[in-house]
């Protein structure tokens, strides 16, 4: 899986008729972890894995450069595998 790079503005812009990197990311972790509550709970471990401090419903703009290195971490580790252990474990190290 490749993604584009997430930057901080990415989390206060729009553009119309484009699905931004971190939601396509979020997606994917959602998928991953097995769709509906599995898939929530195992994204908002991965989130919290790769550094994200904060409350599952804080918004990312909170801390737009932390969110950014974040989804990047994570966009990284995705591009090795899709396994739920070892997505954890990689987000894990990459911190």
Same mark, same amino acid.
Do not use: C, H
């Given at each position: ?17 484009? *699905? ?49 290195? *974040? ?11 899709? *396994?739920?252990?070892? *997505? ?8």
């Amino acid at each position: 899986m490749g993604f584009e790079q997430v930057k901080p503005g990415d989390f206060s812009a729009f553009v119309p008729g484009s *699905v931004a990197t971190y939601i396509q990311i979020e997606q994917t972790l959602s998928d991953v972890g097995g769709g509906g509550k599995e898939g929530a709970t195992f994204k908002r471990k991965a989130l919290q894995a790769a550094g994200w401090k904060y409350d599952p419903l804080t918004g990312y703009t909170k801390d737009p450069e932390l969110a950014a290195d *974040v989804f990047n971490r994570i966009s990284a580790v995705l591009a090795k595998t899709a *396994v739920v252990k070892e *997505v954890l474990q990689g987000l894990k190290a990459a911190r």
